[in-house]
């Protein structure tokens, strides 16, 4: 079993953290088992964004943590996820 945080701060943050969620149970290799209740926080380090929405999901997998990983990146590209400032905006 492993534990993933997920979080959004753009767009409709609740929907994307199901599409992220969606997506993961739908790689092979990968099952979700769990979802969290979402839950709201101030950002962390670079405070002028909006606040996020958080959820924790535990999967099952048969993949390597590297695997696992790349995939959780590969989702993110997937969903639009940019990396322009440190602790900053994300859609997920």
Request: proline share 5%.
């Amino acid at each position: 079993m492993v534990f993933l945080g997920l979080g959004s701060n753009l767009g409709d943050r609740a929907a994307n953290i199901a599409a992220a969620v969606a997506l993961l149970d739908q790689w092979p290799g990968i099952k979700v088992s769990r979802c969290s209740s979402l839950y709201e926080t101030e950002p962390f380090g670079y405070k002028e964004q909006p606040d996020f929405v958080n959820a924790v999901v535990a999967v099952e997998t048969v993949l390597e943590p590297e695997e696992l990983l790349a995939v959780c990146l590969q989702i993110e590209r997937q969903l639009g996820r940019q990396r322009d400032i440190l602790w900053g905006p994300r859609l997920i």
